[in-house]
Nanobody, 116 residues
């Protein structure tokens, strides 16, 4: 599975961005997809994950502001981010958990900077 993330950029506090993650390869084995982020000097953390059945798990810090969705026809995962805060500044990564062995694949990351 190959994952290509895009959509990051500079946005003012209170603004919005939509990240995309295009999946290719053995996508039929994907069980879970998610977005993670890593801020400078911090560990990578889960933002939100979605299962093949559509169940979601959001980090408390983004509930009510971020929304995960997917377009199965385009094999693309999205992260709509609203009401962005400076503390949302990070490199955002998409990932996929694949197959019975639960192999994990990562995209290359896209930088989101929230600043005035």
């Amino acid at each position: 599975v190959q994952l290509q993330a895009s959509g990051g950029g500079l946005v003012q506090p209170g603004g919005s961005l939509r990240l995309s993650c295009a999946a290719s390869g053995s996508i039929f084995g994907i069980n879970v997809m998610g977005w993670y982020r890593q801020a400078p000097g911090k560990e990578r953390e889960l933002v939100v994950a979605i299962t093949i059945d559509g169940l979601t798990n959001y980090a408390e810090s983004v509930k009510g502001r971020f929304t995960i969705s997917r377009d199965n026809a385009k094999n693309t995962l999205y992260l709509q981010m609203n009401s962005l805060k400076p503390e949302d500044t990070a490199v955002y990564y998409c990932n996929a958990v694949v197959g019975t062995r639960q192999s994990i694949f990562w995209g290359q990351g896209t930088l989101v900077t929230v600043s005035s």
